[in-house]
């Protein structure tokens, strides 16, 4: 293992969006127990704790990995289009309409079935962001173009957190 790798170098995967959920489920419990702290206890405290650094490492690896948003946002980055988001917030007109909309219905709703119908049109969205990432990173390389996904994508999921929230509100 080498602390310079990249995280798809790290846990011996394509650079690419598309990945096998299950193989890096087993790839970082492989990982995890190559460097365990436990693992190097007779060698004494300084391997234990080089091994303690790999173990966080491999840690925050797997969570850039196992998550789609991360992991797209992860690529972009590494392809040289940083996604920027407190500084970048351009957005598609067609998108922030939609924003609008959206918020509107969510200020409006008053039950569990709108509620629901909202969560069902996000999720939607969020599917075909996420098709869309895909399909930009893996077959066109356009790390621009996937970053600006990624950006409606953080959108999309803060609003998933706000009709959460509008539940809670709802008492329901």
Not at 34 to 41: I, K, V
Not at 102 to 118: G, I, K
Request: proline content about 3%; charged content about 30%.
């Amino acid at each position: 293992m080498n602390l310079q790798s990249d995280d798809f170098e790290l846990f011996g995967v394509p650079r690419r969006f598309a990945q096998d959920r299950d193989a890096l489920d087993a790839r970082w419990k492989d990982l995890q127990r190559e460097a365990h702290p436990d693992r190097f206890a007779a060698q004494g405290a300084a391997a234990q704790r080089v091994a303690m650094q790999w173990s966080v490492r491999i840690n925050e690896a797997y969570q850039r990995l196992k998550d789609p948003l991360k992991r797209a946002a992860y690529l972009c980055e590494l392809g040289g289009s940083p996604i920027r988001a407190e500084d970048n917030t351009a957005m598609p007109a067609a998108f922030l309409t939609q924003q609008m909309e959206w918020r509107e219905a969510l200020d409006e709703a008053r039950s569990a079935a709108e509620l629901d119908a909202l969560d069902d049109t996000t999720h939607m969205a969020r599917q075909v962001a996420l098709a869309r990432c895909a399909e930009l990173l893996d077959q066109q390389q356009d790390y621009a173009g996937a970053a600006r996904e990624v950006r409606a994508l953080m959108f999309i999921a803060r609003f998933a957190h706000d009709i959460d929230l509008r539940r809670e509100q709802l008492g329901q």
